[in-house]
């Protein structure tokens, strides 16, 4: 079975950083592209950064030289380090699996609360 | 960069009724880069649909998708009780490469 649980959300105040960690079960993260996806309180959808099978990396504009994402392949685990975190930056922070093609999100973590404040 | 725009913003039914979710793209998109994500409150969203109208894996029959262009429409033929939860429409390939709709709540009337 295909599992995705999130860790390392937390209350952090402004410019503050934090680590956020996927560990995968039932796949292997490595043959997988991963990403993360966050929702803030009461809004919809926003894409956040990806990792590709092959290794490349990318991110939205809104963190880009802000968020790091990162793979762990003996753990099968993913991450995203948050540094220089802000107000809008507050959400739930979902880890979710692309498809073969990657166009899509086929299994999604229950996710992780991440609030920037002071 | 495309825009999906989800209308109606919230849908009042009642079980056993149709429901019908509009999403339209700011610019003709391809099918096979539309997908519809069911969310539930308290809940991670699950792929319903993807390609535009193929069913993910476990989806009940009465989800459908339709559409092309600018232009896609998410159905649910009978509502069940476990069906009212807000709808996403989500297109790859544009800037930034995933971007979703605003989300439409399906309520019990």
């Known amino acids: 079975e295909v599992q995705l649980v999130e860790s390392g959300g937390g209350l952090v105040q402004p410019g503050g950083s934090l680590r956020l960690s996927c560990a995968a079960s039932g796949f292997t993260v490595s043959v997988y592209y991963m990403s993360w996806v966050r929702q803030a309180p009461g809004k919809g959808l926003e894409w956040v950064s990806g990792?590709?099978?092959?290794?490349?990396?990318n991110y939205a504009d809104s963190v880009k030289g802000r968020l790091t994402i990162s793979r762990d392949n003996s753990k099968n685990t993913l991450y995203l380090q948050m540094n220089s975190l802000r107000a809008e930056d507050t959400a739930v922070y979902y880890c979710?699996?692309?498809?073969?093609?990657?166009?899509?999100?086929?299994?999604w973590g229950q996710g992780t609360l991440v609030t920037v404040s002071s | 960069e495309i825009v999906l725009t989800q209308s109606p913003g919230t849908l009042s039914l009642s079980p056993g009724a149709r429901a019908t979710l509009s999403c339209r793209a700011s610019?003709?998109?391809?099918?096979?880069?539309l997908a519809w994500y069911q969310q539930k409150p308290g809940q991670a969203p699950r792929l319903l649909i993807y390609?535009?109208?193929s069913r993910a894996t476990g989806i009940p029959d009465r989800f459908s998708g339709s559409g092309s262009g600018t232009d896609f429409t998410l159905t649910i033929s009978r509502l069940e009780p476990e069906d009212f939860a807000v709808y996403y429409c989500?297109?790859?390939?544009?800037?930034?490469?995933?971007?979703f709709g605003q989300g439409t709540k399906v309520e019990i009337k």
């Open positions: 989500q297109h790859y390939g544009s800037s930034p490469l995933w971007t």
């Open positions: 390609g535009a109208s």
């Open positions: 610019q003709s998109v391809s099918s096979i880069y």
């Open positions: 979710a699996r692309g498809t073969s093609s990657y166009y899509y999100f086929d299994s």
């Open positions: 990792f590709y099978s092959g290794g490349n990396t």
